[in-house]
């Protein structure tokens, strides 16, 4: 079978706005185990959007941009429900980005061969597929952005800024990323592994080709930068998919404010949805009211999902859009404090 | 906090008819993991349906009735969605038929202290509850039933057919139950650890009191029965709600006919919806493929969903119940071979 | 590759004797995590078999005996720790009697094909592979051992002392089974889902090829019998590996007793390992503490250790070996009570 | 209960040279299921250990320092196990370096009131607590060492160099921290998101008093020193404890050094212990198998251990340690090139 079979099919990103989701979470309230905990999770996401002093960050780990959420986000955005976006390299460079330079994931299938796949320069995520060749032009783009830009330390929340603002001087495939409509709408996007990404290929090589005078990407900027959105947030509340680095950061944020001598507030609200087991100690998979131990998030309005999130995350989200608690939202437009 | 405090709020079961999942699996179809595989569960229960030579066969393990979906499989019944039940004995008598005799499941919490719930004769299943004292009532009818019978040996299917006929006999608080409605259709329910519910401390106490002439529940016909269910059917399909003896006990019915030198069909279709750990090498968790080893299930159409089943489960049922392949189904009415 | 290239690597039954796991728990005891639990684990299987008072109850659900654990169980009922045992039909039936009679499980992958498996008539348990000829042979056997026996019904109990009889009447190839041992031992073994197991098959040719008489299997009488062992044995401490009928069954002799009018102890001791997670409300993955909500177990002394039991054991058992607790304890011989 | 009385009972780390796991290890590889996928990851490590070409890439995620794991780690490195590490902050600065400064992680549990930890400034990881006061003064401990260096960018790599060296200096509490031995050995330690961790507020403090003039920890240059390793090392082999962050950093080395026109080996040797869940695309739970469709790791000596890994990585360590192939081994000092 040739390469192009296996990318036939490509992954189309669930929309929304396309089914009202408000019937299902209503009833789902009224049972028990994992519906009653989306249930909640959906109520308390609302409750963000209803408190007029609640800032919302949104965090993503794992690969629910690339198995079909992707536009989940940008509605999320763009219908003023995110105020700051705090996530892994892969989600907002590796599958965002790639998509906004044109490019597509495709369903493949967790039982192929991989060396097959290998020789096809077929990557898989679990049962996706990405096109090699495809991801390199990505990480080449990243390099000349890099080249173009001026020669200083970046937090890479402005480097992401760039990112945006280059998609939207009319180089952008596809319109509707994640990226750009956070360059648009001033709503930050913070990476704290940034280089732990396809990224990282094209900062590398600027930095190798570059050896005197090259940017860096700060990444104790970026502590410092979410930390001062903390601060001027106030009330905050966290809708988290996945845990890892980005779950951690953003909950940091209130012991440094506090390190800093400013007495922030807990997130009022937290929701976390993941399939991490919460036997190995692991920050992934903490609880909430673990966190609230070390009084990063309050446990009033706090809710763990345990579940794989492209199966939840749509009707949570679809179910916020239909409430339309956002339509009166104002947007906080963080990413102002930068310019 | 007094008892029924503790009681305040029930478990509403979620009714497949008031929303319609039909547009929400659709775009699940497009996406990857999880819901990709909660799409093709619901495609392959679909092309069940759709295939008039096809026996459906529902397995119930887990408390997922007690849960808010015990009206999915009511509804699935009725709708002359599935021609046989093999089931835990708790499925069937502590959450079924205790609900038919008027009783409730409450909404509780994991993280109650279990000592103060012993106390108040509460039961915890995982965030739900259940009156103590309700359920010895329960007990208690199973043991009448059990008295009012013929002294001899019954199979499980018998003795729940028999449990539907003292409902249906204006005993039943609850009219919709899956015991009557079975019983009403003729569609075989079959608990091969019968005795591992609650039904087990009335039939034991039935015993105990009528040492010498009692009825007894003979597990060997429990399979000689589905086999001969089996090898009528022909071709067969599982929607597996959870693993467990059910799962294993429907497998082997294939093996069983060999067995009897009746060279029956492997199951053609196959869904599990389960959350065990394929690691442990255990039945519940073992993979359909795996099955088709043992020349138990084919493997064209077999998903297995690593999911919580009331999450995905009222997704699949509803899609099923608006495309409306049911409405030409013929009934099976398998139980009509034992009257 | 031919089918015996497949069945080439037997699978090895670790011997706990053959190194002293002490040391390993003593140091987990100190450390956090699931190291800690089983550490845990193993102090309270130690205090149990130090209890003069307290009978000790191994539960068996999953495939553990197939993969590697068999000898474990072995050595635990030959040095007078377990008093009585309740598993799911495979493990005694499809695994221990199966090597008893001569057959080997063997090494395998789960990444092989399974239809080529099944060409080949071999059977994949994850990683493990059995020939389903040796399995039809066996099959067989139960099948001569039920036509040789009287025509009345038999509690699974009775039926697998019989089974006991017969390997120890020359039969056995391999002499060190957990049929065999039990037998000899007095210790009784209950499956209350026997016919759900390779003894299925062959009780079932058995009852049709003798329509009129046959003997039956009284799946009453073992929750009879186990619940007069239960209050015959007055302190209980339960070691369960695995969850699904036979913890439920165990744990439900309590209330069972108290059904019958006799105040019976809650199970003092309880350890429980396993994979499963403990969101979906089924009893596998239910706690302990859940379980003293329905006033089946004390919380004193209980443990979930979430490991894949292989993996941890025979850490536990060979701790509790050279522990030597049972050098001095007194077997409980409760089959005498049925003989 | 007074906050001393939490923080009673110190997390002992357990030492792999008190017991020899060996004839554990050995009778695993003849088992199934996760036993033997255990001895197959120390069969695989022993191997790495053998081939005097292969650089060992030992990464952490997760809490297992914190868990009774710290001294495992260290051990590795002073004989010779481990040539480079790549680690979350967290392993490092508030676990590893935090006991350094004579700080302890403290036995307590996952059951206990968070509300009531907070008031006591105790924090929860799972069922270990933490002073945090301690970890106060860890963090400020950082920001001296900020404080006392050039302002300059630094890779996490360059500024861990200097932690090391901190200690060496007289300053550690504790002699045989991972990162003391490390500085002496000359191995190097990555933290490709260092700032997520209690060195990040130390930084930020850093940052903020030095507004002007500060130092920066460049996550660029982690990434082209990593690689570099990579390059220089040629043949390598992976021994990851958890998924996240060092995972991918480490197999992305391979695809950076070829984006810098080099054709460097995949990683020949892996092996992951992880209790992470395979099924929601995640990196961490993703197999090495994937992997090698993206050309990171070579699949003839890969092996995942689905284990919480306090349960296992002792036994492997243990048996590395005893087998003695460290012996004869060359260590690389890769932490040289950067002098």
Redesign the interface.
């Known amino acids: 079978m040739e390469k192009s079979k296996y990318l036939a099919k490509?992954?189309?990103?669930?929309?929304i706005k396309?089914?009202d989701?408000r019937?299902?979470i209503d009833?789902?309230a009224?049972?028990?185990?994992?519906?009653?905990d989306?249930a909640n999770a959906a109520s308390i996401f609302n409750r963000m959007l209803q408190d007029n002093s609640c800032s919302t960050i949104l965090t993503l780990?794992?690969?629910?941009s690339?198995?079909?959420?992707m536009q989940v986000y940008y509605e999320m955005v763009k219908n003023n429900m995110i105020d700051a976006i705090v996530a892994?390299g892969?989600s907002i460079v590796d599958m965002d980005f790639f998509e906004a330079v044109g490019f597509k994931?495709y369903?493949g299938s967790?039982f192929e061969d991989?060396?097959k796949?290998?020789e096809m320069y077929?990557?898989?995520?679990?049962?996706?597929y990405i096109d090699?060749e495809d991801l390199?032009k990505c990480?080449h783009i990243i390099y000349k952005i890099a080249n173009s830009l001026e020669k200083r330390?970046y937090s890479s929340r402005e480097f992401i800024y760039e990112m945006g603002k280059w998609l939207a001087s009319s180089n952008a495939k596809k319109k509707e990323s994640l990226i750009q409509i956070c360059y648009e709408k001033n709503v930050p996007i913070f990476c704290?592994?940034?280089?732990?990404s396809s990224a990282?290929?094209?900062?590398?090589?600027?930095?190798?080709e570059n050896p005197k005078q090259?940017?860096?990407?700060?990444?104790?900027?970026?502590?410092?930068e979410l930390?001062d959105i903390k601060i001027k947030a106030g009330t905050t509340g966290l809708f988290m998919i996945?845990g890892?680095?980005p779950k951690?950061?953003v909950q940091?944020t209130v012991?440094?404010a506090e390190?800093?001598g400013i007495d922030a507030e807990m997130h009022k609200y937290a929701v976390q949805i993941?399939?991490?087991?919460?036997?190995?100690?692991?920050?992934?998979s903490?609880t909430l009211?673990?966190a609230?131990?070390?009084?990063k998030v309050q446990?009033v309005f706090e809710q763990m999902v345990?579940?794989?999130?492209?199966?939840?995350v749509?009707?949570i989200a679809s179910d916020a859009y239909h409430r339309g608690y956002w339509k009166t939202r104002k947007p906080k437009e963080f990413g102002k404090i930068f310019l």
């Open positions: 490509q992954v189309e990103h669930i929309d396309s089914f989701a019937p299902v009833s789902m009224k049972m028990s185990f994992s519906s009653r989306t780990a794992g690969s629910t690339a198995g079909g959420c892994t892969a994931h369903q967790q991989d060396g796949l290998r077929i990557d898989r995520i679990y049962d996706t090699e390199q990480d330390p704290p592994a940034f280089t732990d990282g290929f094209g900062l590398v090589k600027h930095q190798v090259h940017l860096t990407i700060d990444s104790i900027r970026d502590f410092r930390t996945g890892g680095v951690n950061f940091d012991v440094c390190v800093l993941t399939v991490a087991d919460v036997r190995d100690g692991a920050c992934s903490s009211k673990e609230s131990s070390w009084g446990t345990f579940a794989e999130a492209t199966t939840v749509p009707l």
